[in-house]
């Protein structure tokens, strides 16, 4: 037979169940501020003595509410953290089944994508997400397995709060950590959010990414592409985390890709620029709005990542000048346009008569400053030597225009002065291709001359 005390509990559980069953919004409402007020961090056995060996009883009517109004979002709020104190507990392994027996992961999933439902609604349904991929791996995987890659980064791209998207990295963070079977699928969809238009999404995309790269070791061919549109971003805090992904990425496989992309930036096409401009800003009267187009953007950016790569390896240097990354670096400095695009291709080549800061181009290879100065001409060249970081506000329209149009090539010179190839194999397209003749005929006639 039971004693009084247990008996007195009991009778307290049927009673709050009751009050439970039969409490309308408002009534339920109060119900779950004072569980959460009372119940918060604590274990499961402090929750069944709460509830007299009956917690579950209370659980499954909350998953079972959940099911009926999450569509509504009625204190949906604090319906979650209430079965977040649940799942969180200390020895909730019986609570966790308990809420995904009743398909608790998919009505997670759904309520991230109805656009009824409050943020701050869906910010505490990411957190039970991530409570639920902490408990290990098979839960990582019913969460990969129930489409929950793609709902929770299309929420990312949407979401307007910065606090919540530091929630959802924190997920994604998890489920790319100790999920083999299904790391690739939330790296790819990292690699997808590249191109949404939300800044901090994308920041932190490029974040998660670089741990991603690390665990998983190879790359999608996909990835050099969607981190150089980044480039274009106006947001200078996207831009620093695209070019320290660009730092881990040419230790893969991509690397010949990435710097040949990066090279190609430099110039942008006259469809890419000309569609960019209205006929009516060729009206003398009217201002040139060019200052953030974003192909602008994108070049003066690659022309910063070409810099840190440089100075950081000599072979990626030396591959970048193969790929004339001076003939592009000494356009981007002609164009009038953007004077960032200006500034960075300058610092890129500056010469290494500004100590401390080391730069590369001009410094490590004398036949590159012979070219410049030669393309420059004596006068630019030692403004250029003076203060190259400035040098955009000293050059005159018909300097820029010699700089745009300069026909530098220091494939024969390079090879000539012993300055091979590396190791890397690059894909070749057309131009390229010529490029390779070019200098094959060079070799060709050195050992014909030395016969």
């Known amino acids: 037979m039971t004693s009084i005390k247990e008996q007195a509990a009991i009778s307290r559980l049927l009673s709050f169940l009751q009050d439970w069953d039969n409490g309308g919004k408002v009534a339920r409402s109060h119900i779950l501020d004072n569980f959460i007020k009372t119940n918060q961090g ?21 998953t079972t509410w959940l099911r009926l109004i999450y569509m509504t979002g009625s204190c949906l709020d604090k319906l979650l953290q209430s079965i977040g104190i649940f799942l969180s507990a200390v020895s909730s392994n019986q609570y966790l089944r308990e ?58 791209a949407k979401s307007k709060s910065e606090e919540t998207q530091e929630e ?60 150089l549109k980044v480039l274009r971003t106006m947001h200078l805090e996207v831009q620093y985390e695209a070019i320290e992904l660009i730092k881990d990425l040419v230790n893969y496989d991509v690397c010949q890709a990435l710097l040949k992309g990066l090279v190609e930036l430099l110039i942008p096409s006259v469809k890419e620029t000309s569609k960019l401009q209205p006929k009516i800003l060729n009206d003398s009267l009217v201002p040139q709005l060019t200052a953030h187009l974003p192909v602008f953007l994108q070049q003066a950016a690659a022309a910063k990542a070409i810099g840190i790569l440089a100075r950081s390896n000599t072979s990626i240097a030396e591959e970048m000048l193969h790929l004339r990354v001076v003939h592009s670096l000494l356009a ?55 203060n190259a970081e400035d040098l955009y506000v000293k050059i005159d329209s018909i300097q820029a225009d010699i700089l745009a149009a300069n026909k530098v090539n220091v494939s024969k010179a390079l090879y000539l002065g012993g300055v091979p190839h590396s190791n890397t194999t690059f894909y070749l397209d057309a131009h390229d291709q010529d490029q390779l003749a070019y200098i094959t005929y060079f070799q060709k006639e050195d050992v014909e001359g030395e016969e």
């Not at 060996?53 to 659980?59: E, H, I, R």
């Not at 957190?127 to 793609?150: D, F, H, M, P, T």
């Not at 999404?201 to 999608?220: K, M, P, V, Y």
């Open 42 to 62: 604590k274990t499961s056995p402090e929750l069944e003595q709460e509830f007299s060996q009956g917690a579950s009883l209370f659980l499954v009517r909350l």
């Open 99 to 156: 809420f995904l027996e009743v398909g608790g992961v998919l009505t997670l999933l759904e309520i991230l994508g109805l656009e009824k439902i409050r943020e701050e609604d869906k910010k505490e349904s990411i957190k039970l997400l991530q409570v639920i991929a902490n408990y290990g791996r098979k839960y990582k995987e019913l969460i990969c397995e129930s489409y929950g890659v793609r709902s929770i980064a299309e929420f990312l």
């Open 168 to 227: 959802v990295q924190l997920l994604l963070d998890s489920l790319v950590h100790g999920n083999p079977k299904y790391q690739n699928q939330v790296y790819k969809g990292l690699i997808a959010l590249l191109s949404c238009t939300s800044p901090k999404a994308q920041q932190l995309s490029l974040q998660t990414l670089r741990t991603a790269q690390s665990i998983i070791g190879t790359t999608h061919p996909s990835i050099v592409e969607c981190v």
């Open 332 to 386: 981007a400095m002609g164009n009038s346009d953007h004077s960032n695009s200006q500034r960075q291709a300058s610092l890129t080549l500056e010469s290494p008569r500004r100590p401390p800061r080391p730069q590369y181009f001009v410094q490590v290879f004398p036949v590159v400053e012979e070219h410049v100065r030669r393309s420059m001409g004596e006068e630019l060249y030692k403004l250029f030597l003076s």
